[in-house]
């Protein structure tokens, strides 16, 4: 079963020159006055391997850090849109649940979104990534912060061992579609490691056909299931490996949707999503928002935020 095809809103810029586009941001930075206008052309018009070649030219011409000059130029959620989208991938998923940690209490939602869905290779760098930029131990920040089954599944996550690969065996996902349903609902209580087991060591393509073999057994699909034998911060977590296997861009669309609904805006939520997502999926997730939601991902973005933000999100969204 390959893996799907996806599309981002971002791609790689054509003919792109590291030195013509770093002086461009220098003089939006020069003088008297910032021309974000520009600033926001020249990041959403490149890939995020791009920026960080416009990072280091930037340095290489002027002998001076970009990130510095754009911080002394930018406040509030620009200033962090545009700083998220010049870290690596990895830097900023660090940053990201470093920010989840630190402090009184854990946002267990940004755990489960960064954990429960990066590759087993990912997963890996990440450590090395979080300790190279905090000198810090991811596994043991997550165990300080986190308890019981919910902190089983995060340690497990943790180890990168899913199998990353497009292989899906039938006769597996039937044997595990049974286990599972021996686990929970055929059983009085619930055996969560069997759910661990399989939910954090099987490739994202096995566990479609597990879940389509659970349905044909027990009448139901295990979205149903895991909200009915699961409950608080484990359920999110299952729920989501569960909904990143069946449909990913339906997660992000909801990752999306609810970092902007209701009173105020949960900003970190909203840049993390359309950053990490941009060359990946967005498009996608553009249109699965619109097809759940009934409104478009850019007329959320319009409603919730204002001035150079708002047009640097519509950019990245491609609105």
Partial sequence: MATPV???????????????????????????????????????????????QIKLQFKTIYGKDLISDLKSELRGNLEDAVLALLDTPLVLDAKELRAAMKGAGTNESVLIEILCSRTSDQIKELKKVYDS????????????????????LLVSLLQGNRDDSDVVDKDLAVKDARDLYDAGVGQWGT????????????????????????????????????DKEMSGDLKAGFLAVAQIALDPQAYYAQRLQSSMKGAGTNDRQLIRVLVSRSEIDLADVKLR????????????????????????????AKE
């Fill in 289 to 316: 928002f619109q097809a759940i939601y009934g409104k478009s991902l850019g007329s959320w973005i319009k409603g919730d935020t204002g001035g150079d933000y708002k047009k640097l999100l519509l950019a990245i």
């Fill in 6 to 52: 996806t599309h981002g809103t971002i791609t790689p810029a054509e003919n792109f020159n590291a030195e013509a586009e770093a002086e461009k941001l220098r003089k939006a930075m020069k003088g008297f006055g910032t021309d974000e206008n520009a600033i926001i052309r020249v990041l959403t018009s490149c890939s995020n391997e791009q920026r960080q």
């Fill in 133 to 152: 930029e905090f000198k810090r131990d991811l596994e043991k920040d997550i165990m300080s912060e986190t308890g019981g089954h919910f902190k089983r």
């Fill in 191 to 226: 055996d969560e490691s069997v759910f661990n087991k399989v939910f954090v060591s099987r490739n994202f393509g096995q566990l479609r056909a597990t879940f389509y073999e659970y349905r044909e057994l027990a009448g139901h699909d295990i979205i149903k299931a895991i």
